[in-house]
């Protein structure tokens, strides 16, 4: 099983920045897919980004040109930066980690508002 820690999240005004970081309690340079994901009130909890082993990414179209996911194997980390946030990005932010299972970190809050 893999223990995940999300830090980096906070409240942001609308055009503002946020770096979001995962890191892993084993070496993620197996791990095939790594993602974010984030759920907001009252809505069901859906996938923002997800990286490869081999470093390929893919996104929501809602955060397409704005999130950007990236994986430091040395440091066991996955970054999430995101700019140009809006209103609608806030929600709590999970990490997630698939291997044999999903395993999932606590999440972090992210909001926001003016």
């Known amino acids: 099983q893999v223990q995940l820690v999300e830090s980096g999240g906070g409240l942001v005004q609308p055009g503002g920045s946020l770096r979001l970081s995962c890191a892993a309690s084993?070496?993620?340079?197996?791990?095939?897919?790594m993602g974010w994901y984030r759920q907001a009130p009252g809505k069901q909890r859906e996938l923002v980004a997800v990286i490869t082993r081999g470093s390929s990414t893919n996104y929501a179209d809602s955060v397409k040109g704005r999130f950007t996911i990236s994986r430091d194997n040395a440091k066991n980390t996955v970054y999430l930066q995101m700019t140009s946030l809006k209103p609608e990005d806030t929600a709590v932010y999970y990490c997630?980690?698939?291997?044999?299972?999903?395993?999932w970190g606590q999440g972090t809050q992210v909001t926001v508002s003016s």
């Open positions: 997630n980690a698939r291997t044999l299972q999903d395993n």
């Open positions: 084993v070496s993620i340079f197996s791990i095939n897919f």
